[in-house]
């Protein structure tokens, strides 16, 4: 089940969350699964569960993104940490962008690269591998366009899709998403398959600035399996419909 949890005011969700944690009839030894936005909401929930409690103790803090793919790999054939990680990505730009033969082929990279030092190369590498993580995140539509080889008409686009393409085939990565696999499992091997994720207690979401689309549908198929509450903050203090002009709200 998916339950929305909204306040405008972020005091008021923290305080609610800490609140369900302590009351949250589980085993003290079972972890709790948080998902966090950054280390400064995970040391103000820690410090205020601490004041509550006199300690902090087994809450899983993790980052959306790092926690999805983690339990991919626990229902389907995948590495442990995503191959696109920002880290280990811009290793294998990095090669690619000391290798003269594919900068040469591309005059933009040629241009901004040639004759550069080591340092140029990585610094560039770092900045791509997290724009590459972004296009997995925000714009997966797009790296299946350049799977397909289709045209390109902007310059910049051209070497990215071509530097894309080297990636993917040097990590043998098919064009379906992982999530797409681990949910068909899901579906067919039912609730064996969701027992190797280990999610007998709730799954918490709290206070993410924002939410790609392809994450948010994920959450909402595996809510049908496990109970996730997400902690949004609502700007709003009323309900929405009772602010609209009753005219517009009459036409709705």
């Known amino acids: 089940m998916l339950k929305l949890i909204t306040s405008n005011r972020y005091e008021y969700l923290e305080q609610t969350l800490v609140d369900t944690l302590v009351n ?41 993104g790092q926690w999805l793919w983690r339990q991919f790999a626990k229902v389907i ?9 920002p880290d280990l990505l811009t290793w294998r730009i990095f090669a690619s962008f000391s290798d003269r033969v594919f900068i040469k082929e591309h005059p933009r990279l040629e241009g901004y690269l040639g004759g550069s030092e080591s340092l140029m190369r990585f610094e560039l590498a770092k900045r791509c591998a997290s724009l590459f993580d972004q296009y997995l995140t925000y ?5 299946e366009t350049w799977l397909r080889r289709c ?11 071509a530097l894309w393409r080297r990636i993917a085939a040097e990590l043998g990565v ?15 091997e039912g609730l064996h ?8 207690h709730t799954l918490r979401v709290f206070c993410l600035p924002g939410m790609p689309r392809l994450y948010l549908d994920m959450l909402k198929q ?3 399996w496990i109970d996730i509450d997400i902690y949004a903050i609502n700007p709003c203090s009323e309900y929405w419909y009772d602010i609209v002009n009753p005219k517009r709200l009459s036409k709705l």
Request: contains cysteine; aromatic residues 8%; negative net charge.
């Open 174 to 188: 098919q064009t379906q998403h992982p999530s797409l696999r681990f949910f068909q499992r899901l579906h067919i």
């Open 193 to 200: 398959a969701v027992s190797r994720l280990g999610l007998n």
């Open 24 to 64: 949250d009839e589980i085993s003290v030894f079972t972890p709790q699964s948080l998902i966090i936005p950054s280390t400064a909401v995970k040391r103000s929930i820690e410090l205020r569960a601490a004041r509550q409690l006199g300690v902090c103790a087994n809450i899983q803090f993790d980052y959306l």
């Open 139 to 143: 714009r997966a539509d797009w790296l």
């Open 151 to 161: 045209d390109q008409a902007d310059e910049d686009e051209r070497w990215q899709a």
């Open 222 to 224: 595996l809510s049908s």
């Open 77 to 85: 054939e995948v590495d442990e940490q995503s191959p696109f990680s």
